[in-house]
């Protein structure tokens, strides 16, 4: 009996570290930051022709810092892109069973400076295309090596 409680106990515990370090972690795997090598506007000329490039139309490009001065509020230049590929969203918005990932459409990626450095934003959205599988996966796997292509081609190496 007192092995069993042992094994049991550390059972327990082994499943509890476990599930602290995913809550740890869960923000840095969710979401992905790059330095770009290039200036805040710049980066964000280069990023909507790489996307371009890659096939995808540019749905809107709010500018976070011009809509929070019309408020008072001043912050450090942002931008949040949003990208549509037509193919992919079709994919995705034709399968009835698919469409439950619609709320997480269009694709955004977001630039911004942070301590003197523009920065590229997006949701690693390979990772979380493994959850849900079938269509969806595949899809989502397409659209994130697509993005990563674009920044690939802007982030300091």
């Known amino acids: 009996m007192n092995k069993i409680g042992t094994l049991l106990i550390g059972l327990v515990a082994g499943i509890l570290i476990s599930f602290a370090l995913l809550y740890i972690q869960a923000p840095s795997l969710m979401i992905m930051e790059d330095e770009s090598k290039y ?12 996307a371009q490039n890659q ?13 929070l001065a019309k408020f008072g509020t001043e912050v450090q230049a942002i931008k949040v892109i949003e990208l549509c ?3 992919y969203a079709g994919e995705i918005l034709s399968n009835v069973d698919a469409r439950v990932v619609a709320s997480m459409m269009p694709c955004r990626v977001a630039i911004y400076e942070k301590n003197g450095k ?11 295309a493994k959850s849900f599988g079938g269509i969806i996966t595949k899809v989502m796997a397409n659209a994130s090596a697509d993005n990563e292509i674009m920044i690939n081609s802007l982030k300091l190496n």
Do not use: C, Y
């Open 39 to 50: 200036n805040f506007e710049e980066t964000v000329a280069r990023f909507e022709e790489a």
């Open 55 to 67: 096939g995808w139309k540019i749905s809107k490009t709010h500018d976070l810092q011009a809509s």
């Open 85 to 87: 590929h037509p193919e």
């Open 118 to 128: 523009v920065i590229l934003s997006r949701m690693n959205s390979s990772l979380m």
